[in-house]
């Protein structure tokens, strides 16, 4: 006698064809852990005009403002150091340095 809830067998989720595409997401979710902690933000004085730059595939340079930089959809450890990055010494040197070349 079948229930009206169990699925046929045809029907069932083979695990042994599943489970690598499970452990693999578990990996690649693992790993992001474990990099994301490692990534460094750089800020430096940018003495060449933007056309004249050449940048590779996945890599890009936007030059926005600290209330646009806030509304991207940037990871949280990020959200956290641009202001603190914004209210730092090193940021209002390079302001300066570039107010001077200006």
């Keep these: 006698m079948t229930h009206a809830f169990s699925p046929a067998a045809e029907d069932r989720l083979d695990l042994d064809k599943v489970f690598p595409i499970f452990a693999i997401v578990f990996i690649d979710m693992l790993g992001l852990t474990v990099i994301l902690p ?31 930089a806030l509304e991207l959809p940037l990871v949280a450890w990020v959200r956290e150091v641009l202001p603190e990055f914004v209210a730092s010494r090193v940021y209002r040197t390079m302001l300066d340095m570039q107010s001077r070349d200006s």
Excluded at 54 to 64: F, K, N, S, Y
Aim: net charge negative; aromatic share 6%.
């Design 38 to 68: 490692l990534l460094h933000i750089y800020a430096a004085p940018l003495d060449v005009a933007a056309e004249e730059m050449v940048l590779t595939e996945g890599q890009r340079i936007a030059w926005v403002s600290l209330n646009e």
